[in-house]
């Protein structure tokens, strides 16, 4: 499945439940698993294409590098708000014991 940046997207949560995985643990390897995603776009974001990597190649190279990357950033970013989407979900239901679920 390859989700656009900016779409919406149906997202399946976990119930957090006593016989299902603990709330607690799904919420930390959530949150894992954005600082790594931060730390990804942190990293694609300092090698932005440079004109001067492209220029030999002619002069749409460097708006095509551009705009890829610029896609690749926001594939990353879409990655993250879907985990953002998991944790607050985890998160509510432990703190609000949502749906009658312990």
Not at 18 to 35: F, I, K, S, V
Request: proline share 4%.
């Amino acid at each position: 499945m390859s989700i656009q940046p900016g779409e919406q997207v149906e997202i399946t949560v976990p119930t957090v439940h006593r016989n299902g995985t603990d709330g607690e643990a799904l919420r930390r390897g959530y949150c894992e698993a954005m600082a790594t995603l931060r730390s990804a776009i942190e990293a694609a974001t300092m090698v932005y294409p440079n004109g001067r990597d492209y220029y030999v190649q002619g002069p749409g190279a460097i708006r095509r590098a551009m705009k890829e990357h610029e896609a690749r950033l926001g594939r990353l970013q879409s990655v993250l708000e879907e985990w953002q989407h998991l944790a607050k979900g985890v998160y509510s239901q432990m703190n609000g014991k949502e749906n009658g679920h312990e």
